[in-house]
């Protein structure tokens, strides 16, 4: 047995999240709360099966996939499970991307069926003639258009029982997209085990969650941080997951916890930072969770003078579904990720791949049995990033001498933003496009909370007086193509990139230029 569960080697993951709570006596608790909805560990689980048969009664097979583009709603844990049910695989896709990214995820997995949410057609239409593989579009809490189904309907009318498909306790489990550097979106395939070793490991023994918390993820279910949080972390133990299937505004978010009285909240660093500027209370909370990119240790403080409750900040990864190095209750360092969750193992390396002193910094991997075992398609790209059991983070860090795991950037240019992947190069490629546009560079420069945003370095073709127009009319050009959270928040205009000899852009230089403005 590869991994330490202790899992049988017929093991499915829908049966041990959902089937099992029916076993353990959970049928009429309460596993999920949205608005004004309820639903019981029961209704889920005829959900489950009911969506399942319906994607049998599409001739859906074991191994197909099955694209969500789904808002945070009760409907997502029962498509995700239903599919994973019967033996076939979700792949959950981010919502605020734009239609041309959908075309190339769909065509990519090869899902056979698309569900999406009514309020999402619109990004699905413009490409729907692109799609070479979804032979059937379900629509979601809204009306089909001709030749979709609708997905209550078509659910209304099929069984509650349903049999588990034999899958292997390593088999294909679901995928998620994680974007890189350079080329396309990579489909990263998690495992039958990978759930529940992501709940024994950080879910039980870094948030110690039990049967009677509830769990409110601000981070949507489509991001690997919040599926755990509101998918596997809840249902794993018993517990009710809440959502909220609106922006998560700082107004949204403090009325869902006024209404819904979470016990564990998460969330990633820009929203502490707008909550901390917001009315609210956190009275229900007994533990809140940062992820996605590193938390301001001014945050934590002053998050826990308003509040009285921690923030522990965690690293986690699509690659490796969840967080394996986290501060722990009772043992925070403020700026610091914390230390290795017990389960992971991690290794700060240098070049020649050898161990670097405390103090170093070099790349950090990380070792254990949540792993993706590949990207879709990618053999290169899996061969860089899945070294045998270690997986590179692409993340530089340091360790202090108590072991403590502080970041240092990255070894490629990709940016957190919000919590999410922005690739410079796609940003510059959209840029190049606007046609007064002669060269253009993007980096991460810190706002005035100290998180990373794009900021663009622009040469016009010919110079223009007006720049904060043209600034504004490039941030729109930019918004118009890409996810929102993408654009530069700031361009400054240059005469000239500063260059290597070779024609390369010096971004180091670019970077100085921003912290250090007299460079
Ligand atoms: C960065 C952090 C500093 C780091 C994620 C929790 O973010 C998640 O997954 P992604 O694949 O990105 C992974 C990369 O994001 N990062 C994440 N958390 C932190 N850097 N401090 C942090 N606390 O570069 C990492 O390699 O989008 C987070 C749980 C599951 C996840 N997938």
Redesign the pocket.
């Known amino acids: 047995m590869p991994h330490n569960l202790n899992l049988p080697e017929a093991f499915n993951a829908a049966d041990y999240f959902i089937d099992r709570n029916i076993r353990e006596g959970r049928a009429d608790k309460t596993a999920v709360l949205c608005e004004e909805r309820a639903l019981t560990y029961g209704q889920l689980r005829d959900g489950v099966n009911r969506f399942g048969n319906a994607l049998h009664a599409l001739d859906i097979r074991m191994e197909e996939r099955v694209a969500l583009l789904l808002l945070d709603t009760e409907i997502y844990p029962q498509a995700f499970f239903g599919a994973i049910k019967i033996g076939a695989v979700p792949v959950c896709l981010n919502t605020m991307n734009r239609p041309k990214d959908f075309e190339y995820y769909l065509n990519d997995s090869r899902a056979r069926v698309l569900v999406v949410d009514a309020p999402l057609l619109e990004l699905i239409e413009p490409i729907r003639k692109n799609l070479r593989f979804v032979k059937q579009i379900l629509v979601a809490n809204g009306d089909a258009p001709a030749g979709d189904l609708n997905l209550a309907e078509l659910t209304a009318a099929q069984s509650t029982d349903l049999e588990t498909a034999p899958t292997n306790c390593d088999d294909a489990c679901f995928w998620l997209y ?1 974007s890189g550097s350079t080329g396309s979106p990579k489909g990263t395939i998690h495992l039958q085990h990978d759930m529940v070793y992501a709940t024994e490991t950080y879910g039980k023994q870094v948030l110690g969650i039990r049967e009677d918390d509830r769990c409110f993820s601000a981070a949507k279910l489509f ?3 919040g599926l ?1 949080n509101g998918i596997y972390f809840p249902f794993g133990v018993g517990a009710t997951a809440i959502y909220l299937p609106k922006r998560p505004t700082p107004d949204q978010v403090y009325a869902t916890i006024r209404h819904h009285r979470p016990t564990l909240f998460f969330g990633v660093p820009t929203l502490y930072g707008q909550m901390l500027e917001a009315e609210g209370t956190m009275s229900s909370v007994r533990l809140c969770v ?6 301001p240790g001014d945050y934590i403080n002053r998050w826990k003078t308003r509040f009285g409750l921690d923030i522990l ?11 394996f190095i986290s501060n722990f209750p009772g043992d925070i360092r403020a700026g610091s ?1 914390g230390k290795v969750v017990p389960g992971y193992e991690a290794r700060i390396v240098s070049e020649d791949l050898s161990d670097v002193v405390p103090g170093e910094i070099g790349t950090l991997l990380v070792k254990g049995d949540s792993a993706a075992a590949c990207y879709w398609n990618k053999h290169q790209k899996s061969r860089q990033t899945m070294m045998g059991h270690w997986i590179n ?3 530089k860090y340091f360790q202090d001498e108590q072991g403590y795991f502080y ?1 240092a950037g ?1 070894s490629d240019d ?1 940016l ?1 933003v919000g ?3 922005v690739s410079p190069n796609e940003v510059e490629s959209c840029l190049i496009q606007h046609p007064e546009v002669l060269e253009c560079a993007v980096i991460g420069a810190p706002d005035e909370d100290n998180l990373i945003k794009p900021m663009a370095f622009v040469v016009l073709k010919t110079p223009q007086p007006a720049q904060e127009a043209m600034e504004t009319e490039l941030q729109d050009f930019v918004k118009s193509s890409l996810a929102l959270y993408k654009y530069p928040r700031w361009i400054r205009f240059l005469d000239e990139l500063p260059k290597t000899a070779t024609g390369k852009i010096k971004r180091f230089e670019l970077r100085n230029m921003v912290y250090d403005p007299a460079a």
């Open positions: 994680s991001f690997a941080y755990g940062s992820a996605g990119e590193a938390l900040d965690g690293i986690g990864s699509t690659e490796m579904a969840h967080i990720s983070t692409g993340d970041c990255r990709m957190k919590g999410i992947w």
